[in-house]
């Protein structure tokens, strides 16, 4: 397999620290056999997530010397704006400090206790915000979605039948909106086919329901809509965003994604009312509505970062890095999820570890084998990240127990790559007989995977 060519080439470069096994042993005991508690010195090649690890261009750098950091009507919120006006299409546009804070207002401002949100499956911070506010999520993606072995193109499509059946039972007064995700991130990345959407779009609308979509990573499904979608070959990235967009009524954004940015986000809507209350939610949770807890300089990378992550050579070269590593370790015979998604390979610890038990987190249990190998490290997304059943308070079981290897835009090269796949493969080859995993000694309430102290069981 040939690793893509990058379009760019390095301007400035930023030592990796390197360590030896004896250290990573003490920092990953430190550390409560938690990966997100390690902290970056002791980390060699850090595939935590994309989120906010991407390498700004020299464009980027150079729009942060002109910020505006006027507390009110700063110019850089104009520019960042008009890029989401011209790129993604909606009308009105409440900046936030990063997703998760346009998750808060959006939430705050349609959910009532007793509501129902659908979705294509949940996301961490998503669905804690929609909780939060007396919110119940129903995952509707397509069963293909939670069988990591499947091979279907568009594993983010939501089950229509699913969506009608709870639109009926439920009745659509208790459903504000659905979430339609694009990729979806715990499925591994897997695109939702314009089709689809247009369906859900449809269906909802009959009921009078929004759709609002999780545009974290939607350029990321465009490119698999351009590459796996008929009728769609000849258009452009930016295009089909737009048509993404297009069939939903709003959107939540984390800039720390596509946007090629560090931090940043941004609610949109259509309707001017919901617009109205946004801004007065976001006054109060994030900042004025004209920064919404970013500086000027953050607003003026995101507007270049917009437009620089639907330029084709950028999508492609990502994605097809993220698909390069997938081949290697599909070549070696790692469980992986099937096909391999945008912005992330993920390793079914669940059938690379069978006999660890489920309540002793198999896919934990391997990042911190995979992290104690070569100072990679990767990220859990299984019963850790599940967390509990508010209502019986038992671990969630989510079908998928995997290790999410999630790689940063522009920032490693091929050689990275394979070293990360050569870890992953001798791991995999070590431990595929290995009976127990971990037991918490400290557990934290709400996202409990962040914070969450482990020990050999
Ligand atoms: N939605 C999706 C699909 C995400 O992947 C994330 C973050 C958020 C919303 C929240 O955005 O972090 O800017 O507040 N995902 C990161 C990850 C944390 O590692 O998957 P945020």
């Known amino acids: 397999p040939r690793h893509p060519a990058e379009p760019w080439r390095i301007k400035m470069v930023e030592p990796l620290p390197t360590t030896s096994r004896p250290h990573r042993?003490?920092?990953?005991?430190?550390?409560?056999?938690?990966?997100?508690?390690?902290?970056?010195?002791?980390?060699?090649?850090?595939?935590?997530?994309?989120?906010?690890?991407?390498?700004?261009?020299?464009?980027?750098?150079?729009?942060?010397?002109?910020?505006?950091?006027?507390?009110?009507?700063?110019?850089?919120?104009?520019?960042?704006?008009?890029?989401?006006?011209?790129?993604?299409?909606?009308?009105?546009?409440?900046?936030?400090?990063?997703?998760?804070?346009?998750?808060?207002?959006?939430?705050?401002?349609?959910?009532?206790?007793?509501?129902?949100?659908?979705?294509?499956?949940?996301?961490?911070?998503?669905?804690?915000?929609?909780?939060?506010?007396g919110g119940t999520f129903h995952d509707v993606i397509i069963d293909e979605a939670h069988d990591p072995a499947c091979e279907h193109p568009f594993k983010g499509d939501v089950d229509l039948a699913k969506l009608e059946r709870l639109i009926h039972d439920l009745g659509p007064d208790r459903i504000p909106y659905v979430c339609v995700a694009a990729t979806v991130n715990m499925a591994g990345g897997q695109p939702i086919s314009l089709a689809n959407l247009a369906e859900v779009h449809e269906l909802a609308r009959r009921h009078g329901i929004l759709v609002i979509l999780d545009a974290a990573r939607a350029v990321e499904n465009a490119w698999f809509i351009k590459q796996r979608e008929p009728g769609w070959g000849e258009h452009s990235v930016a295009a089909i965003l737009r048509e993404i967009c297009a069939r939903t009524d709003g959107a939540a954004m984390s800039a720390k994604k596509d946007s090629l940015a560090n931090i940043g986000g941004w609610l949109a809507v259509r309707d001017p009312d919901l617009a109205e209350s946004a801004r007065e939610l976001v006054v109060l949770y994030e900042g004025l509505h004209t920064y919404g807890g970013m500086t000027g300089r953050d607003m003026e990378a995101i507007a270049v970062g917009i437009a620089e992550s639907v330029r084709e050579e950028n999508v492609s070269a990502r994605i097809d890095q993220v698909a390069y590593l997938g081949r290697r370790l599909a070549e070696a015979g790692l469980p992986l999820v099937r096909p391999v998604g945008g912005h992330a390979v993920c390793i079914d610890a669940g059938a690379a570890l069978p006999q660890v038990p489920r309540d002793q987190f198999p896919a934990q249990t391997l990042a911190a084998a995979l992290y104690l190998d070569s100072g990679v490290r990767a990220a859990e997304r299984g019963v850790v990240s599940a967390g509990r059943d508010p209502a019986t308070g038992h671990n969630r079981h989510p079908q998928l127990e995997l290790i999410r290897l999630t790689v940063p835009r522009r920032v490693y090269t091929q050689s990275h790559m394979d070293l990360v796949a050569d870890s992953a493969v001798r791991v995999h080859e070590q431990h595929a007989h290995l009976h127990s995993g971990l037991v918490f000694l400290h557990e934290p309430e709400t996202l409990r995977f962040f914070q969450a102290r482990f020990a050999p069981a």
Do not use: C
């Open 25 to 133: 042993r003490q920092a990953l005991e430190k550390a409560g056999y938690n990966i997100s508690l390690l902290r970056s010195e002791d980390v060699y090649i850090d595939l935590y997530t994309d989120s906010g690890t991407n390498a700004m261009s020299d464009h980027q750098w150079a729009a942060m010397m002109i910020g505006d950091e006027s507390y009110a009507g700063a110019r850089s919120f104009y520019r960042l704006e008009a890029a989401v006006h011209e790129y993604y299409g909606y009308e009105h546009v409440i900046p936030t400090h990063q997703g998760r804070g346009a998750e808060n207002i959006l939430s705050r401002m349609l959910i009532r206790p007793g509501h129902h949100i659908p979705g294509n499956m949940y996301f961490t911070t998503t669905r804690a915000h929609q909780e939060l506010n």
